[in-house]
Each structure stands twice: as C-alpha cells, then as structure tokens.
C-alpha cells in the first residue's frame, strides 16, 4: 500500500465498503452524493494502491465455527493515534477499532479464518510504526451478543 493518506471522501467510501462490500456503484453513489464515475474511480484508485485487497462477506459465527476471534489491545508510542488507525484500517481481519483510556490506548477487535491467518494479523499490527506493545485474547465463546 502507498504510504498517501486517504482523504475524507475515500474514507467514507472505505466505511460504507466495510458495512456492505457488495453494494453496488449506484448504491455507493447515492450514499455518498458523489457520481457513479467518480466513485468506480475511487474504487479503482484505492484498488491499485492496495487500500482495498479485496472484497468479502461476513456471516454469523455459528457458520463460521473455524473462525478465530480475538480482541487485542494496543500501546501507541507517542502521537501515532492516528496513523495506527489507518494502518489497521486497513487490515480486513480486524472488524472494529476502540479508542480506551487507562494502559492501553486502541482496542481492535480481529476475526481471522485460520490461526495462520490469525498469526499474520499478529505480526503485522506489531509492526505497524507506532505501536509499542499489544496484548490479545482469544474469544473462545460467545454467551451472550
């Protein structure tokens, strides 16, 4: 992925992308207010530079039972908040990023398809410049939710 920010249009492309990967241009497009070209070059643009690797569904647990699911919490060095968001954002496995208070500064919530995929996840948030030390459970249960 090209280290170029994303602006706060393609930011919200990204959003809308994450709640529904298979909505379609014209759906994007009157969600957004932006044109269908506009937003099927967005879509490319954001392909080309690896922002989006691809796109998927996510369905219940109970049929994914394989499904590796964890939440971690992560330790930011210094005033990184925001460029460690992006960075994770970009992570498909990671489905949703908290901001806390006391030790830890970020909480991401991961759903992998396999413990390799799990490992990967691991590896790269660890390397993500500015996060200084994460911690992460696995979630082995759901009892209620």
Do not use: C, Y
Request: proline share 3%; hydrophobic share 45%; aromatic share 2%.
């Amino acid at each position: 992925m090209s280290g170029e920010p994303l602006d706060a249009t393609d930011r919200r492309l990204v959003a809308v992308l994450r709640e529904d990967g298979r909505a379609s241009i014209s759906a994007l497009a009157a969600n957004l207010g932006l044109a269908r070209g506009t937003v099927r070059a967005r879509i490319e643009s954001l392909r080309a530079r690896g922002v989006i690797r691809r796109f998927t569904i996510d369905i219940g647990g109970a049929l994914e039972p394989e499904t590796v699911r964890a939440v971690m919490t992560i330790e930011l060095k210094g005033s990184m908040t925001r460029q460690v968001i992006r960075a994770l954002e970009m992570t498909p496995e990671i489905t949703a990023i908290h901001t806390t208070n006391g030790a830890w500064d970020l909480v991401a919530e991961i759903n992998a398809s396999s413990l390799p995929a799990f490992d990967r996840v691991l590896r790269e948030v660890r390397a993500i410049q500015g996060v200084s030390n994460s911690q992460t459970s696995l979630l082995l249960d759901t009892l209620r939710g």
